[in-house]
């Protein structure tokens, strides 16, 4: 046993885009860096993308 990292993050995603296809990317994301960054839990949370996000809000990409 040992140390273990969190990392929470907010991705957001066309406000069309079906929920269910949201997770799918989402937990495929989690696993990835999970499997890069041992002893790390992953938790990814999905918004709809609205161009009215605020200016303090940091988008780093939008995913259609």
């Known amino acids: ?3 273990i990292r969190d990392i929470e993050m907010t991705l957001f995603f ?3 885009q ?5 997770h799918k990317i989402c937990d495929e ?4 860096i999970s499997k890069i960054l ?3 839990r992953v938790t990814i ?3 709809p ?7 303090n809000d940091i988008v780093c990409s ?3």
């Open 62 to 64: 939008k995913i259609t």
């Open 49 to 55: 993308y609205f161009s009215e996000i605020k200016e």
């Open 29 to 32: 994301i989690e696993l990835q």
């Open 1 to 3: 046993s040992g140390r």
């Open 38 to 40: 041992s002893d790390t």
């Open 14 to 16: 066309d406000s069309n």
């Open 45 to 47: 949370h999905s918004e």
């Open 18 to 22: 079906k929920i269910c296809e949201c």
